[in-house]
Every structure is written in structure tokens, then in C-alpha cells.
């Protein structure tokens, strides 16, 4: 390997690679290592501060937050600082390849004029540009025309680029998308205190824009869409937008050039639409989601609840406004209200969702298990937004969050079983769990195959295995019994690798078992 050291930097390269390494030192000149580096390049940036107004590279990946010896890396440790000087970091035109930002913190950019692209001042791009990882605050601008995307702005023929993955957008400021503005994709991004002084607090979906598994939270706006704004026929599937703010629609506004057209709408699927807030009073069905589509059917709102949103903080009996019947497909939604030629589940004070504290329904919610499995082929990936997978107990839940019963973790999330000592009777799996609305306990008749001590042992068939609600899967585990004490009364075997799934609280016969609800371990 031969070395190259050029400044504070050093390039690293293999003879039998085309690609090189870039080191970036942290008293480096950043943007002159980017320069430096050829397409299919990487160049990795020491954790520290970097100011100024940097540049992307076609085809340069540039990787952020490592350590002296560039062995480890810190989450959004090297930090991109404009010191309120125009834009954080730029792509200048439609890259041919690839373009990633990795693992930054890009803060402090302030634009004092309009740009020709119309971006906002934190990252602006375009094809083939991405930012993954990333932390961006804290970026604003200063004068009346257009500036859309505070945070991440983003502009492309191409409305499949995703342009952000896993980034976290907060406390930023534009006129449209205070948070960030596309016409592509960004995926499992948290979007928050953003503030549009227009449409679209958080998020302004442009074209056929789409957001998954995004959290948008307290983001404001003077006009539409708290939460998000969309204007063409743009996709949210499995968004949680949660205690935004807006002149018009605290949660998601859609709007459309043309309503009768094949164009106008969006798909809406499992997204969680709640506690959101409306100021003006003119439209109070409007508080949660308007729906701006006449007769459109290939738009999709499925598997959605809308829940909890306000005018001025007064709840209202209608919460989604529009026209939902002019969908092709409205199904298994959840909503306050009444909404003729739909079919939905209608939510109010006896019938609430039971969220929890990431919103979250209970195993008791009429969102549980209510969801229809066909929107599973809009969704990206098999989490929701806090990374619970998705269909526990064969059905997924309504909305963007899962119902999560978890196994209590005992170390190797083990599970103890009292077995007889000759091992070819019946013996009860018990074991407890976590669930959104407290602690279940569990147990189950098993049949275990003959063994000898000293032998492993697999599980042959669980007993009445159909009960509804209950699945437990094991795999095959060694244990050596004689590890056991000789005088015990029953030997304690434990099976590792195991996954369950609970459903609500219910009475089984004695050859089933039975689930209980307890009140602490």
C-alpha cells in the first residue's frame, strides 16, 4: 500500500483498487480533501468542528464522526458549522452517481437572499444526492420571497431519489418545509420544532414525494399542514405526526391542482394523525388531515387513525375533513366522527385508541390486530418507527406504531420450563411479558420428547398450539442436565432463541393454559 500525504490529510490507496481513502485530520481543510478525491472515493472526517460552506463531490462518500486512529466512530461528532453564513452544505448540479454525506452535524447555515435553486439554508440537493445519519439544526433565513426546506431541501426531476435515511431535522426555518422540503424520498428520519412561516411545518412533499416510517413531532406552521404538507400526489406510509401546529390542518394537508384528476391525492398508510392543533377556527374538520382528492381511484388511505386533534385546544367531533370517498381504496381506518359511504372504526371517549407514551395502542385498543395485512406491500422494511416489527400476532396494528409485547430480558432472554424427571410428560412453559398497558403472564402445556440427562433435546409439538392469540415458536437447544443438582425435585431446563406473541388477556381451557394479566413482576 502506498501512501500519499498531502496537508493535514492523507490518501490511502490500494494498487489493486481504483478507489482511495481519504483521511480528513480535524485541523484539516475539509473541503480540500473532498476537491481532491476522485469518484468512488471515501473519505472519512475526524470528529470535531469544521466552518464554513462546504461542497459535495459527484460520487465521493464522505463519512463523519471518527476517532483519532479512525478505528471507531461518534454519532454526529464532526460538526459542519456556517456560523449563520449562508448555506451548510451544497450539491451544485445532478450528480452521474451516488452522492453520500454520512454521520454530520450540519448547523448554524442563514441565508440573507433568495438562491436560484430556492433552497433553504441547511443541505440542498439534487439527483443522486443523499444525506444518512445525519443531525441538521438550527438553519434559517432572512428575507420575504420562497425559501423551502429549512433543514434539508431537495430538488430533482427524479421523484424516487432518497435523499435522507435516519437523520434527525430539528429547530429549522423556511417558508415552505421548515423542516425539509422534496421531491424524493426520506426514510425513517424524526422531523421536529420546525417552523414554516407558509405550509408545512415539518415536511413539504412536492410531486410524487414520499416519507416512510418518519416521526414528525411539534413542528409549526401560519398556514397548512402542522405536521405535513403535500402538494400532487405524494406518499406517507407508517409516519407518526404527532402535536403539531398550524393556522389551517395541524396534521397533514393535501392539496391538489386538480381534484378529478389521476394526479391529485396522496397515499396515506398506517400513519398516526393525533394530538395535533389547528388556531383558526373556519374549517374545524379539517384539524387533523384534509383529504383533497374527488374521484380518484388509485389513491389508498389504509390501516390510518386519526385521533385527539384540536382547534385552539377544543376537541372536535369531526377530525378528517375532505372528501375520503373519493378513494379507490378507504379501509380499516380509525377515526372520531361521522363519515357517510366509508366504512371505519369510529373512535370517541368509549372507544379510545389507549395510546401509550410513544403512541403506542394497547393489546386492548380497537387498533389492535385491526389493520389490513395488504398495506404490507407499501411498507419499506419489517419495523415501524421506534423499531418494533411489525404484525406481532398476525395482523398489523392501525397506525405508524406496533403494539409491542416484548419478553422481559433475563440476561440471554432465556425461558425456564419445570419438567418431570423422566421427561415424557406434559410440562408448562411460564414465562412473563411486557405489554404496552402492563405485565402478562404466560403459561403453556408442552410435550417434550424422551431424553436422558445429559442429552440435548428439542421440542416435539406444542399442546393445542391453535389457541387464538398465542404463538410460541422454540428451536432446538443443548443443555446438559446433570449441571443440575442431584436432589432437586424437578429439573429446571432452559431454552434460549425464543420468540412470542401474546394477545389480549384471555381464559384458556386447563389443556391450553392460560395468559394473565398481573399487576408487577
Known amino acids: 500500500?502506498?501512501?500519499?500525504?498531502?496537508?493535514?490529510?492523507?490518501?490511502?490507496?490500494?494498487?489493486?483498487?481504483?478507489?482511495?481513502?481519504?483521511?480528513?485530520?480535524?485541523?484539516?481543510?475539509?473541503?480540500?480533501?473532498?476537491?481532491?478525491?476522485?469518484?468512488?472515493?471515501?473519505?472519512?472526517?475526524?470528529?470535531?468542528?469544521?466552518?464554513?460552506?462546504?461542497?459535495?463531490?459527484?460520487?465521493?462518500?464522505?463519512s463523519g464522526g471518527w476517532n483519532e486512529d479512525f478505528t471507531a466512530q461518534t454519532e454526529h461528532a464532526s460538526i459542519l458549522d456556517a456560523k449563520a453564513n449562508g448555506r451548510v452544505l451544497n450539491q451544485p448540479a445532478n450528480f452521474n452517481t451516488l452522492t453520500i454525506w454520512d454521520n454530520f452535524t450540519i448547523q448554524n447555515g442563514k441565508l440573507t437572499a433568495i438562491q436560484s435553486d430556492k433552497l433553504g439554508s441547511g443541505v440542498a440537493l439534487m439527483k443522486k444526492g443523499r444525506v444518512i445519519n445525519c443531525l441538521i439544526q438550527n438553519n434559517t433565513f432572512d428575507y420575504s420571497d420562497n425559501c423551502m426546506g429549512g433543514g434539508i431541501g431537495h430538488e430533482t426531476g427524479d421523484n424516487k431519489d432518497t435523499c435522507a435515511i435516519n437523520c434527525v431535522v430539528r429547530n429549522n426555518k423556511a417558508t415552505h418545509g421548515g423542516g425539509i422540503r422534496i421531491r424524493g424520498v426520506v426514510l425513517n428520519s424524526t422531523v421536529e420544532?420546525?417552523?414554516?412561516?407558509?405550509?408545512?411545518?415539518?415536511i413539504y412533499l412536492q410531486g410524487s414525494a414520499?416519507?416512510?416510517?418518519?416521526?414528525?413531532?411539534?413542528?409549526?406552521?401560519?398556514e397548512g399542514g402542522g405536521g405535513i404538507d403535500t402538494y400532487g400526489s405524494a406518499r406517507m406510509v407508517g409516519c407518526l405526526v404527532a402535536?403539531?401546529?398550524?393556522?389551517?390542518?395541524?396534521?397533514?394537508?393535501?392539496?391538489?391542482?386538480?381534484?378529478?384528476?389521476?394526479?391529485?391525492?396522496?397515499?396515506i398508510i398506517n400513519c398516526t394523525v393525533v394530538n395535533n392543533k389547528q388556531t383558526k377556527t373556519n374549517n374545524p374538520?379539517?384539524?387533523?388531515?384534509r383529504l383533497d382528492v374527488r374521484n380518484n381511484p388509485s389513491r389508498?388511505?389504509?390501516?390510518?387513525?386519526?385521533?385527539?386533534?384540536?382547534v385552539n385546544g377544543e376537541a372536535q367531533v369531526q377530525e378528517i375533513g375532505g372528501y375520503p370517498q373519493g378513494y379507490g381504496t378507504f379501509s380499516n381506518n380509525a377515526f372520531a366522527g361521522t363519515t357517510a359511504n366509508v366504512t371505519y372504526i369510529q373512535l370517541n371517549a368509549e372507544n379510545d385508541p389507549q395510546f401509550g407514551t410513544n403512541y403506542e395502542c394497547a393489546a386492548t385498543s380497537p387498533l389492535y390486530n385491526a389493520g389490513s395485512n395488504e398495506a404490507l406491500t407499501y411498507l419499506v422494511g419489517d419495523k415501524d418507527v421506534y423499531g418494533n416489527a411489525r404484525v406481532q400476532n398476525g395482523a398489523i396494528e392501525i397506525g405508524?406504531?406496533?403494539?409491542?409485547?416484548?419478553?422481559?430480558?433475563?440476561?440471554?432472554?432465556?425461558?425456564?420450563?419445570?419438567?418431570?424427571?423422566?421427561?415424557?410428560?406434559?410440562?408448562l412453559l411460564k414465562r412473563t411479558f411486557k405489554a404496552n398497558d402492563g405485565y402478562y403472564t404466560i403459561c403453556l402445556p408442552f410435550n417434550i420428547e424422551a431424553a436422558k440427562?445429559?442429552?440435548?433435546?428439542?421440542?416435539?409439538?406444542?399442546?393445542?398450539?391453535?389457541?387464538?392469540?398465542?404463538?410460541?415458536?422454540?428451536?432446538?437447544?443443548?443443555?446438559?442436565?446433570?449441571?443440575?443438582?442431584?436432589?432437586?425435585?424437578?429439573?429446571?431446563?432452559?431454552?434460549?432463541?425464543?420468540?412470542?406473541?401474546?394477545?389480549?388477556?384471555?381464559?384458556?381451557?386447563?389443556?391450553?393454559?392460560?395468559?394473565?394479566?398481573?399487576?408487577?413482576?
Do not use: P
Not at 244 to 262: H, L, P, W, Y
Not at 285 to 289: A, K, L, P, Y
Open 1 to 62: 500500500m502506498r501512501k500519499i500525504y498531502f496537508l493535514a490529510f492523507s490518501i490511502l490507496a490500494s494498487a489493486s483498487l481504483m478507489a482511495t481513502q481519504v483521511k480528513v485530520a480535524a485541523s484539516a481543510d475539509l473541503q480540500a480533501a473532498v476537491n481532491g478525491a476522485s469518484s468512488g472515493d471515501t473519505v472519512l472526517v475526524q470528529a470535531g468542528t469544521y466552518e464554513g460552506n462546504f461542497t459535495m463531490k459527484d460520487g465521493v462518500y464522505v
Open 193 to 202: 420544532s420546525n417552523v414554516a412561516t407558509k405550509n408545512g411545518g415539518g
Open 210 to 222: 414520499a416519507a416512510y416510517n418518519c416521526v414528525i413531532l411539534k413542528n409549526t406552521c401560519a
Open 243 to 267: 402535536e403539531n401546529t398550524a393556522g389551517n390542518v395541524g396534521g397533514i394537508q393535501m392539496r391538489s391542482a386538480d381534484r378529478e384528476t389521476q394526479d391529485s391525492g396522496s397515499d
Open 285 to 289: 374538520q379539517f384539524c387533523g388531515v
Open 300 to 310: 389508498t388511505f389504509v390501516n390510518n387513525v386519526v385521533w385527539g386533534n384540536t
Open 400 to 427: 405508524a406504531v406496533e403494539c409491542a409485547m416484548a419478553l422481559l430480558a433475563d440476561g440471554d432472554n432465556s425461558v425456564v420450563i419445570e419438567a418431570n424427571e423422566d421427561m415424557t410428560t406434559n410440562v
Open 453 to 521: 440427562i445429559g442429552q440435548a433435546f428439542q421440542v416435539e409439538s406444542i399442546l393445542d398450539a391453535g389457541a387464538e392469540g398465542i404463538n410460541v415458536e422454540f428451536r432446538e437447544v443443548e443443555k446438559k442436565l446433570n449441571l443440575l443438582k442431584e436432589n432437586d425435585e424437578k429439573r429446571l431446563i432452559v431454552f434460549t432463541d425464543v420468540t412470542a406473541q401474546v394477545g389480549l388477556e384471555k381464559s384458556l381451557t386447563r389443556n391450553q393454559g392460560y395468559l394473565k394479566k398481573i399487576n408487577s413482576l
